[in-house]
């Protein structure tokens, strides 16, 4: 075994051996793969091994598409072998209006995938699969790229292939110990010796938890048991002459696939599912299986009865029941562990054969630092020290049990929560707020009225859009107050804390004390890593604020980058709380809450300081997302609830409205406004994002000379700003298909009804050359085809004359 290697990977299984694999063909080759069993040990090798094209997440429906392409297409060429994989194509079976409307958003998505979608009709389906009943079926979804594949029959040949170029691996070898040198570097103690690594990977599936204790990374996931069961031979299978499609549907909750001449029935049961080794995983543990319990399938199976009655007719074979990991948000782990330097998890996959070609972009990231894709939904560390044990089985529970359930923009379930709370969380109850989640954080989404008490899971417009309407006009016309303390918050002080962010924000940082800034951080290729605003409250102390699904994420991010600046950088998220109060009236209410000057000669837009509300110190600053004259206020955490109440007890005679997040994307759609997530993504820099005011390359700074090189070359993308030209009650939701003439053109990135003006918008990346005021384009909604036409101005007050007023 090597002494010294420039990555470590620890585990064998599809995720480990594939990224092992595509780490080779980057050029990197000094790799050290350690298993402690034998390759595809722990869950690979017990899987069913289902590839689908059938994926809400546009980041998954891409890694899901190669991985086809690479099972299918590229391992074949590379052997010289035959493909094992059986493309039998896959149905996917709907019953209700939500999933109608579900499959056309995920239709209109395929196409910048590129791979086939196709809704067929119950005809069409019996042609594809006669055994199947479909007479209840309201949509049907037909993937013909997707199939299946023996999980041993690609892993060991990608292992192969890594061997042949250089990679060693360490089979029945067991990591004990992984310690940080002085050096940066990784001491990876095994039972048969020591290595020394650059980077080290946890790819070790059910066992992560254990290998990320050993350098005190908390991995949220929990293994659930899963079983399968195969059949005897059918004989109607028997004579059909070709193979089945894999067929899935939300009513049984099962996947139904072909083997052999029998049938594979594997059921997510909708409740009683259970996890397990939830106190630690036993070492030995290693390709085992637990004993069968059909009772707990029993009510899933009897409706799989129903909708293929000959799985009836034939004995069971085999029941295969084995562990499979599960995240809370049933989302791989990929990327840098938050705190560390050159530690990676690669692991939590509950489809691991599927997403197996992930190891192309986990290679990429760790190579250049920046993927193709937009990682950012796999991103590790989108959860925190939060996302304790409790909560991890709660929401893998709920992941399990919902694996096959209609998906809808405004899903609002209740498991694990709550978690993260603001201090004005139980006050805006009281008031009818209704929450969601971001990352753990309770975030006010709309507030109940008599008109509306609860939205249905819907991709139309829901019984809160009226009421959305009225919050949004209460802000246009007299004020409206938001509970922001939902976002991360930083300080970054220390002599050196100005030169620490100049290298890293490609806009020039605020010049003067109580100035505000927007930068984007970009990584050395250009991808956006962080968006924030940049309060300069000293030459050495600077006010920053980003995403709270990027706390950890960004925090990380100038931790790596802080080298020899003298800097600190200290994460205030749960120690500063805010608010926005906004719109014509609120000056006049914060003016009364106060003695000191808040005209707008004394405290003009982008400027901050502090002044005293009641007895308590705030730092205001002038800015609003929301596109009205506005403020921001922030606190001491203890402080908001008495300042939030002394707002709306003066605010009462100046129509103060609670709003929440609908509206909030509303207004800020209105102003053409960017969103971290939707418009700014990693595999996009701020010059395709139209930011280029807000980026000084007169100077250097991380992403600099791509930014340039971006500049010169022009690139094939540019964002667009779509004001719609119907009423269809439908908006866009991010990555629907953009059309000109026909032509498929782009794509959009998100969208919402603006209330203020009362036309629907989205922003959409289309191809440059097309960008010009008034092209008209229709895009593929949930619900149809919707028409449009670009503009190049904000919709709502584009002079800022409103902000600045």
Not at 134 to 146: E, L, Q
Not at 189 to 200: F, M, N, P, R, Y
């Given at each position: 075994m090597k002494s010294h290697a420039r990555v470590v990977i620890i585990g064998g299984g599809s995720l480990g051996v594939n990224l092992l694999y595509h780490l080779t063909k980057e050029g990197w080759t000094d790799i050290a793969l350690v298993e402690k069993?034998?390759?595809?040990?722990?869950?690979?090798?017990h899987a069913a091994g289902l590839c689908s094209n059938f994926i809400g997440n546009m980041t998954v429906a891409q890694i899901h598409d190669y991985t086809i392409k690479l099972y299918n297409e590229i391992l074949p060429e590379e052997t010289g072998q035959a493909s094992s994989f059986h493309q039998t194509g896959s149905l996917r079976v709907g019953y209700s209006k939500v999933e109608e409307q579900w499959f056309r958003n995920l239709e209109s998505r395929?196409?910048?995938v590129g791979f086939e979608f196709n809704l067929i009709s119950k005809q069409e389906a019996r042609e594809r699969n006669p055994l199947m009943n479909f007479d209840k079926a309201r949509v049907i979804v037909s993937t013909p790229n997707d199939g299946h594949v023996d999980p041993t029959s690609v892993v060991m040949p990608l292992s192969r292939l890594a061997r042949d170029n250089g990679a060693e691996i360490n089979r029945f070898t067991r990591v004990t110990a992984i310690n940080e040198l002085p050096s940066g570097e990784w001491e990876v103690v095994t039972d048969k010796g020591t290595i020394v690594a650059e980077h080290v990977v946890n790819a070790a599936g059910c066992f992560a938890r254990e290998v990320g204790a050993m350098v005190g990374a908390k991995i949220p996931l929990t293994n659930l048991e899963h079983q399968y069961l195969v059949t005897e031979t059918h004989p109607d299978i028997e004579a059909l002459g070709w193979e089945l499609p894999v067929c899935r549907d939300s009513y049984s909750s099962a996947y139904i696939r072909q083997e052999g001449l029998g049938f594979l029935v594997g059921p997510y049961e909708m409740w009683g599912s259970k996890p397990w080794a939830l106190n630690g995983m036993d070492w030995n543990f290693d390709r085992e299986l637990f004993e069968p319990d059909v009772d707990r399938l029993m009510p899933f199976l009897e409706r799989c009865f129903e909708y293929l009655p000959k799985f009836e007719e034939v004995g069971v074979k085999t029941i295969v029941n084995g562990p499979i990991t599960h995240t809370p948000d049933d989302n791989i782990l990929a990327g840098p562990q938050a705190g560390l330097r050159n530690f990676w998890n690669l692991c939590g996959a509950s489809i691991g054969i599927a997403q197996g070609g992930i190891g192309k972009y986990m290679a990429q990231w760790m190579v250049y630092g920046q993927t193709e894709l937009n990682m950012a939904p796999l991103d590790c560390r989108r959860f925190g020290d939060w996302a304790d044990k409790k909560y991890c089985i709660i929401k893998a529970i709920e992941s399990y049990e919902l694996m096959y359930a209609a998906a809808a923009p405004n899903d609002n379930r209740p498991h694990g929560r709550p978690m993260r709370?603001?201090?004005?969380?139980?006050?805006?109850?009281?008031?009818?707020?209704?929450?969601?989640?971001?990352?753990?954080?309770?975030?006010?989404?709309?507030?109940?009225?008599?008109?509306?008490?609860?939205?249905?899971?819907?991709?139309?417009h829901s019984e809160a859009h009226d009421l959305v309407g009225e919050e949004c006009r209460a802000v246009r016309d007299s004020a409206g107050i938001i509970d922001l303390s939902g976002s991360a918050k930083y300080e970054v002080t220390g002599k050196d804390a100005y030169a620490f962010l100049n290298l890293l924000s490609s806009n020039k940082l605020p010049a003067n004390d109580g100035r505000l800034g927007?930068?984007?951080?970009?990584?050395?290729n250009g991808g956006i890593m962080c968006e924030m605003s940049i309060t300069r409250l000293a030459e050495d102390q600077f006010y920053l604020v980003s995403a709270i699904g990027s706390e950890h994420k960004d925090l990380h991010w100038m931790q790596a980058h802080a080298g020899d600046f003298d800097v600190r950088i200290e994460n205030v998220t749960d120690d500063i709380s805010s608010l926005l109060l906004t719109g014509p009236n609120s000056r006049d209410i914060l003016q009364q809450l106060t003695e000191q000057d808040l005209s707008n000669s004394a405290l003009p837009w982008l400027h901050a300081r502090s002044i005293k509300i009641d007895s308590a110190i705030v730092r205001v600053i002038r800015v609003s997302y929301a596109g009205e004259l506005g403020y921001e206020l922030h606190m001491p955490t203890w402080q908001l609830l008495s300042i939030y109440d002394s707002i709306c007890r003066i605010g009462a005679d100046h129509g103060l409205r609670d709003f929440g997040g609908y509206a909030f994307n509303s207004l800020r759609m209105e102003k053409m406004y960017r969103a971290y997530g939707g418009e700014f993504t990693e595999e996009i820099s701020g010059v395709e994002a139209g930011m280029e005011r807000f980026i000084d390359t007169s100077r250097d700074f991380i992403g600099c000379e791509s930014i340039k090189q971006r500049q010169a070359e022009g690139g094939s993308i540019a964002l667009a700003y779509l004001l719609f030209d119907d009423d269809i009650a439908c908006e866009c939701y991010g990555n629907e298909a953009v059309y000109h003439n026909g032509d498929l053109i782009g794509l959009t990135t998100s969208g919402a009804y603006g209330h203020r003006i009362g036309k629907s918008l989205a922003f959409a990346y289309l191809k440059p050359d097309l960008i010009s005021q008034g092209l008209e384009v229709t895009i593929d909604t949930s619900v149809g085809s919707r028409a449009a036409h670009i503009e190049m101005d904000a919709a709502y007050d584009a002079a800022n004359e409103k902000l600045r007023s």
């Amino acid at each position: 075994m090597k002494s010294h290697a420039r990555v470590v990977i620890i585990g064998g299984g599809s995720l480990g051996v594939n990224l092992l694999y595509h780490l080779t063909k980057e050029g990197w080759t000094d790799i050290a793969l350690v298993e402690k069993g034998e390759l595809t040990s722990g869950s690979t090798w017990h899987a069913a091994g289902l590839c689908s094209n059938f994926i809400g997440n546009m980041t998954v429906a891409q890694i899901h598409d190669y991985t086809i392409k690479l099972y299918n297409e590229i391992l074949p060429e590379e052997t010289g072998q035959a493909s094992s994989f059986h493309q039998t194509g896959s149905l996917r079976v709907g019953y209700s209006k939500v999933e109608e409307q579900w499959f056309r958003n995920l239709e209109s998505r395929a196409k910048n995938v590129g791979f086939e979608f196709n809704l067929i009709s119950k005809q069409e389906a019996r042609e594809r699969n006669p055994l199947m009943n479909f007479d209840k079926a309201r949509v049907i979804v037909s993937t013909p790229n997707d199939g299946h594949v023996d999980p041993t029959s690609v892993v060991m040949p990608l292992s192969r292939l890594a061997r042949d170029n250089g990679a060693e691996i360490n089979r029945f070898t067991r990591v004990t110990a992984i310690n940080e040198l002085p050096s940066g570097e990784w001491e990876v103690v095994t039972d048969k010796g020591t290595i020394v690594a650059e980077h080290v990977v946890n790819a070790a599936g059910c066992f992560a938890r254990e290998v990320g204790a050993m350098v005190g990374a908390k991995i949220p996931l929990t293994n659930l048991e899963h079983q399968y069961l195969v059949t005897e031979t059918h004989p109607d299978i028997e004579a059909l002459g070709w193979e089945l499609p894999v067929c899935r549907d939300s009513y049984s909750s099962a996947y139904i696939r072909q083997e052999g001449l029998g049938f594979l029935v594997g059921p997510y049961e909708m409740w009683g599912s259970k996890p397990w080794a939830l106190n630690g995983m036993d070492w030995n543990f290693d390709r085992e299986l637990f004993e069968p319990d059909v009772d707990r399938l029993m009510p899933f199976l009897e409706r799989c009865f129903e909708y293929l009655p000959k799985f009836e007719e034939v004995g069971v074979k085999t029941i295969v029941n084995g562990p499979i990991t599960h995240t809370p948000d049933d989302n791989i782990l990929a990327g840098p562990q938050a705190g560390l330097r050159n530690f990676w998890n690669l692991c939590g996959a509950s489809i691991g054969i599927a997403q197996g070609g992930i190891g192309k972009y986990m290679a990429q990231w760790m190579v250049y630092g920046q993927t193709e894709l937009n990682m950012a939904p796999l991103d590790c560390r989108r959860f925190g020290d939060w996302a304790d044990k409790k909560y991890c089985i709660i929401k893998a529970i709920e992941s399990y049990e919902l694996m096959y359930a209609a998906a809808a923009p405004n899903d609002n379930r209740p498991h694990g929560r709550p978690m993260r709370t603001s201090p004005l969380y139980a006050r805006l109850l009281e008031k009818g707020c209704v929450h969601g989640v971001v990352q753990g954080y309770e975030k006010a989404l709309w507030f109940k009225t008599g008109q509306a008490q609860r939205e249905s899971p819907t991709w139309a417009h829901s019984e809160a859009h009226d009421l959305v309407g009225e919050e949004c006009r209460a802000v246009r016309d007299s004020a409206g107050i938001i509970d922001l303390s939902g976002s991360a918050k930083y300080e970054v002080t220390g002599k050196d804390a100005y030169a620490f962010l100049n290298l890293l924000s490609s806009n020039k940082l605020p010049a003067n004390d109580g100035r505000l800034g927007l930068s984007l951080l970009h990584a050395p290729n250009g991808g956006i890593m962080c968006e924030m605003s940049i309060t300069r409250l000293a030459e050495d102390q600077f006010y920053l604020v980003s995403a709270i699904g990027s706390e950890h994420k960004d925090l990380h991010w100038m931790q790596a980058h802080a080298g020899d600046f003298d800097v600190r950088i200290e994460n205030v998220t749960d120690d500063i709380s805010s608010l926005l109060l906004t719109g014509p009236n609120s000056r006049d209410i914060l003016q009364q809450l106060t003695e000191q000057d808040l005209s707008n000669s004394a405290l003009p837009w982008l400027h901050a300081r502090s002044i005293k509300i009641d007895s308590a110190i705030v730092r205001v600053i002038r800015v609003s997302y929301a596109g009205e004259l506005g403020y921001e206020l922030h606190m001491p955490t203890w402080q908001l609830l008495s300042i939030y109440d002394s707002i709306c007890r003066i605010g009462a005679d100046h129509g103060l409205r609670d709003f929440g997040g609908y509206a909030f994307n509303s207004l800020r759609m209105e102003k053409m406004y960017r969103a971290y997530g939707g418009e700014f993504t990693e595999e996009i820099s701020g010059v395709e994002a139209g930011m280029e005011r807000f980026i000084d390359t007169s100077r250097d700074f991380i992403g600099c000379e791509s930014i340039k090189q971006r500049q010169a070359e022009g690139g094939s993308i540019a964002l667009a700003y779509l004001l719609f030209d119907d009423d269809i009650a439908c908006e866009c939701y991010g990555n629907e298909a953009v059309y000109h003439n026909g032509d498929l053109i782009g794509l959009t990135t998100s969208g919402a009804y603006g209330h203020r003006i009362g036309k629907s918008l989205a922003f959409a990346y289309l191809k440059p050359d097309l960008i010009s005021q008034g092209l008209e384009v229709t895009i593929d909604t949930s619900v149809g085809s919707r028409a449009a036409h670009i503009e190049m101005d904000a919709a709502y007050d584009a002079a800022n004359e409103k902000l600045r007023s």
